[in-house]
């Protein structure tokens, strides 16, 4: 007889730095952080101890090539070294089933293949991405703040977000951590860059611009890498709390929407329903002197020049892409606004917090502009002919070059996925099998339950497909793939 199947659990999660106690009855001094909290010091020091052999251990043999993951019966520990001389270790318990023998006996089945390396290994990246866009990096609050900042600001951070972490709904598109872009054509997306042109050479504290439509985007001023940091910033968790009557992405389960009130210091403002009235006056593009326009954090209340204004800071990398010389991380204040499904982001300089007047005259500029901006994408977007669904096949796309990512497998209405675990576990280890070969390529399988599922590789994009088609041949697969390709991305070269 067999019990219900478990999900994976986080054991436990730490930091430490082996430069900080290097002599005899000083080891307590390397952990930094400690999950759970209440763990004796003996039993942390023993564990980072062993942590700090493995990895030394990996070195001798593979100098260059770090540990990354231990495999053992009932745990998976993933190894993270972000930072030079900084640790992150990850430990997670397999999921397992409780079974008892015809004797009476109770025995344990743990599910090993439930956790895939490749994803859970996303995660604790996601995990460091995180801290280090509200709080830079850890060598920054370490030479600002000394040790002590350090262990206060890991443990702020990391005591709130690890417990909110949905371990059983972890999947392939945590490895991709891609960007959903929103394509327009040139008229409309000139008006956007117009916009935000004006806006930058307006307010010259304003150093970075993003404008996103709904949960997609539209345009980005930042780097590629913080980019898909922020986005998962904003669509898992400043936008789920503050538009609950508005069609947002779905919470993902490695970055939950907790975030918003309890980490960054960013405020619900009113509610995305209410209509907003410029009081300045000030004629708006549509020629109307009201606008639908609001603060998602920053300003409470706009109206009053007392109100309360809070706003998180986030460090961005300045350094262009394909330049050396390490990064150089710039702080800036991070402001929100919305209207009629448009959202911009400020990155305003870190000088000083932006005052009362500077959001009252943002307010006033952006608002009626912004507002009939988003009329003008709403549309268009409903002028195009919407694509007809197909309930015979479903898929994953990403593009390693531009973050660009496309699935019908996931709702963009609630947590969860449209085809079955096994398949989304099928489908990551076809990605991981690419990932080490590193080549192009194709993977055709077909399913004890008679699904077929495609991998495809090309030109750093990848095309994942589950084709429900029980008595179709490979030949008629692979022109079903071609079919899908073409009228899904018909602007996108794939390789045959």
């Known amino acids: 007889m067999a019990s219900a ?23 307590h001094k390397k952990v930094l952080y400690y999950m759970p909290e ?14 700090e052999a493995m990895v030394q251990f990996t070195d001798t043999f593979s100098p260059g090539k770090p540990c990354e993951v231990v495999h053992t019966l009932k745990t998976r520990q993933f190894f993270l070294s972000p930072e030079p001389d900084y640790w992150i270790i990850m430990t997670i318990l397999l999921p397992c089933k409780k079974n008892t023998t015809k004797d009476g006996k109770t025995v344990f089945e743990y599910k ?7 994803i859970y290994q996303s995660v604790l990246e996601l995990a460091y991405q995180m801290f280090r866009l509200f709080h ?17 600001t890991m443990g702020h951070f990391f005591s709130k977000y690890l417990p909110q972490i949905r371990w059983g709904q972890i999947d392939l598109l945590d490895v991709f951590n891609g960007l959903s872009f929103l394509p327009l054509d040139k008229n409309v997306f000139l008006r956007v860059q117009s916009f935000i042109n004006l806006l930058e050479s307006s307010f010259s504290r304003i150093k970075h611009t993003v404008f996103m439509f709904t949960d997609q985007l539209v345009w980005s001023g930042l780097e590629q890498e913080d980019m898909r940091v922020l986005y998962k910033y904003l669509t898992t968790s400043l936008f789920p709390v503050c538009f609950k009557g508005e069609i947002v992405a779905a919470p993902s389960a490695s970055n939950p929407d907790w975030l918003i009130v309890n980490m ?10 209410t209509t907003r009235s410029s009081s300045s006056g000030a004629s708006s593009p549509a020629g109307t002197s009201s606008h639908q326009g609001y603060f998602l954090n ?28 390490g990064e150089e991380m710039e702080e800036l204040n991070l402001l929100v606004y919305h209207a009629l499904g448009a959202t911009v982001c400020f990155m305003i300089d870190g000088s000083g917090s932006p005052s ?7 307010d006033t500029f952006v608002g009626p502009h912004l507002s009939s901006l988003a009329k003008m994408i709403t549309d268009y977007l409903q002028s195009r002919r919407p694509a007809v669904s197909d309930t015979q096949h479903r898929y994953i796309y990403f593009n390693h070059m531009n973050l660009a990512q496309k699935s019908s497998v996931h709702s963009r209405k609630a947590p969860f996925v449209t085809i079955s675990q096994d398949l989304m576990r099928l489908l990551a280890d076809i990605n991981s099998d690419f990932q080490k070969s590193n080549e192009d390529g194709e993977t055709v399988i077909k399913t004890m339950t008679d699904c077929w599922v495609v991998g495809r590789r090309s030109d750093q994009r990848e095309f994942f497909v589950v084709l429900n088609q029980k008595s179709a041949n490979l030949i008629e697969i692979s022109e079903e793939v071609k079919r899908l390709s073409a009228s899904n991305f018909n602007n996108i070269f794939f390789l045959d």
């Open 356 to 362: 009362y007047e500077f959001c009252k005259r943002l």
């Open 5 to 27: 199947e478990a999900v994976p659990k986080l054991k436990n999660f730490f930091i430490y730095n082996p430069t900080l106690g290097p002599r005899e009855g000083e080891e």
């Open 38 to 51: 209440e763990t004796d010091i003996d039993h942390k020091v023993r564990h980072v101890g062993l942590c």
């Open 264 to 273: 960054s210091g960013a405020t619900k403002s009113s509610s995305p329903n």
């Open 298 to 325: 920053g300003p409470k209340n706009i109206q009053d020049p007392n109100t309360a204004i809070k706003m998180p800071r986030i460090f961005v990398n300045t350094t262009p892409s394909g330049q050396g010389g």
């Open 136 to 152: 830079g990096p850890f060598t920054y609050i370490r030479k600002h703040h000394d040790v002590e900042g350090l262990h206060h």
């Open 112 to 118: 090993e293949e439930d956790i895939q390396d490749t």
